[in-house]
């Protein structure tokens, strides 16, 4: 009996000592993505078994350490002074079972962000790992090239919002030497250095894009692969365009068109190309193809007619107008970018009327200028195109509306008002041997001289203004010989 008491008495003497927690330092550097001291970070740990907490931020050199935290099996969760997560990890902190105890090595964290690999794990240093110092420092400097990419692209895209040409070029330029081998910058960089009127530059800069392309997507790209080559090859060859290399650029928007799955936009460019190039036959021949590619886009057939129009083929030029009419309509109806729709759409049934004038057939004119007026982005042109068309045909009564409604689209057309004037003019009477006109005669005129007081009808408008109200002679004067 008294051996169970002692053994009971010395079980109890040993129980403090067991529930009791066993306690060491823990220390840590936390070092960025570009290898610098993360000053301020916060490091949690937390352990796995009672969810006691321990924070801790690090210091100007990165640091951070503490006595007296709990043995135990650690997570970890590290968070940058702008709040993003950056690490989590787990660890055991406690001693080793030497006679002397020492803290584990795990009890020291050390986070080095500027060698996390490809597969998230991170390289911290050389004897740690398999690895050796240059594997890691080659690790540093790809990761260091990647911060720098991260942080040039949003501002590459801040300055081309602005328009900011140079700015947008220079960024450019920094991340093709941080990363050479990356056609889409090549590619971003020769159409910005297009649109900075930089046309040789962009021309060997897109080749630049184009060989790099080719050679990441092998023998056969994707349809998205070479959706991407026709694109470069449509930017190179507008940069040619620009250059006044026309036969190059046909050549690339050829090209484009053969890589594309819908070749219809190439086409379109070559053919706009070569109508201001001043080759209008063979700019059908390119509209042609962007037709039979794609029928229901409207544009091609307004290209197509401008060049049969510039060849005197009136008669086919309106039968295409015709069917561009019916397919911007339907690009209307269908919702497909409506409102540049209604504008071409404006734009080509003016385009025939005026087809219609150089074949002598003034009466189906009328009608399309008319409809012009109402669809067109900048009805004051149609309506003018009417008014003095009706003017020229004699037929007064007809062209004042039109005029009015000119002025009201665009009250600063200063052409208007002299076709309204010379009509209003026209309607003058002798009264007690002065000449008198109509109501907004004298208005019109005035108006006239100052939107435009050395227009080609200046002259003509003074004159007019001079004889209003003016004694005129109408009985025969010897004297006056």
């Not at 400097?141 to 947008?168: C, F, M, S, Y």
């Not at 009417?386 to 009564?397: I, P, V």
Request: charged residues 20%.
């Amino acid at each position: 009996m008294n051996q169970l008491v002692s053994f009971v008495a010395a079980l109890l003497f040993l129980v403090p000592q067991i529930s009791s927690h066993v306690t060491t330092t823990i220390s840590g550097k936390i070092l960025d993505r570009e290898g610098k001291p993360m000053v301020n970070a916060v490091v949690v740990y937390t352990d796995a078994t009672i969810g006691k907490v321990y924070e801790f931020k690090t210091n100007k050199k990165g640091e951070f350490s503490a006595l007296g935290v709990a043995a135990g099996y650690y997570t970890i969760e590290i968070t940058a002074p702008d709040g993003t997560h950056v690490y989590s990890g787990t660890r055991s902190i406690g001693t080793d079972q030497n006679p002397n105890p020492q803290p584990l090595k795990t009890n020291v964290l050390n986070v080095d962000l500027s060698t996390v690999r490809p597969n998230g794990e991170m390289a911290n240093t050389a004897g740690t790992t398999n690895m050796s110092e240059a594997e890691i420092n080659a690790i540093r400097k790809e990761n260091a090239g990647t911060l720098t990419i991260n942080q040039l692209v949003p501002q590459v895209h801040v300055a081309v919002a602005a328009r900011d040409w140079p700015r947008a070029i220079s960024i450019l330029q920094q991340l093709i030497a941080a990363d050479p081998n990356r056609w889409e910058y090549y590619q971003n960089l020769g159409v910005i250095q297009t649109n900075a009127s930089q046309y040789e530059a962009a021309v060997q800069t897109l080749e630049k894009a184009l060989s790099l392309a080719r050679k990441a997507m092998s023998g056969s790209p994707s349809p998205e692969g070479r959706a991407n080559l026709s694109a470069m090859l449509i930017a190179q060859a507008e940069a040619y365009e620009h250059l006044g290399l026309l036969d190059e650029a046909t050549a690339r928007y050829n090209q484009a068109a053969a890589m594309a799955s819908q070749p219809a936009l190439a086409h379109f460019y070559a053919c706009n190309a070569l109508r201001n190039g001043g080759k209008p036959e063979a700019a059908t021949h390119e509209c042609d193809q962007a037709i039979a590619a794609d029928p229901k886009q409207w544009e091609p057939y307004q290209a197509k007619a401008l060049a049969e129009n510039e060849l005197d083929k009136y008669e086919a030029a309106i039968a295409t107008y015709d069917a561009g009419i019916q397919a911007a309509r339907a690009a209307i109806d269908s919702n497909l970018r409506p409102e540049k729709a209604k504008a071409g759409l404006g734009q080509m049934l003016s385009a025939e009327a005026s087809a219609y004038l150089q074949l002598q057939q003034p009466d189906k004119a009328i009608p399309l200028f008319t409809q012009a007026a109402e669809v067109s982005a900048y009805p004051a042109l149609p309506y003018f195109n009417l008014c003095a068309m009706l003017y020229n045909r004699y037929n007064s009564e007809g062209a004042l509306p039109a005029c009015d409604k000119a002025i009201a689209s665009d009250p600063t057309m200063a052409d208007a008002y002299f076709v309204k004037a010379t009509i209003l003019f026209g309607k003058g009477k002798l009264e007690q041997g002065k000449y008198q006109v109509p109501g907004g005669t004298r208005e019109a005129l005035t108006k006239y001289l100052e939107l435009s007081p050395q227009g080609r009808h200046a002259a003509d408008v003074r004159a007019m203004l001079e004889q209003i109200g003016a004694r005129i002679e109408t009985t025969y004067n010897p004297k006056s010989k």
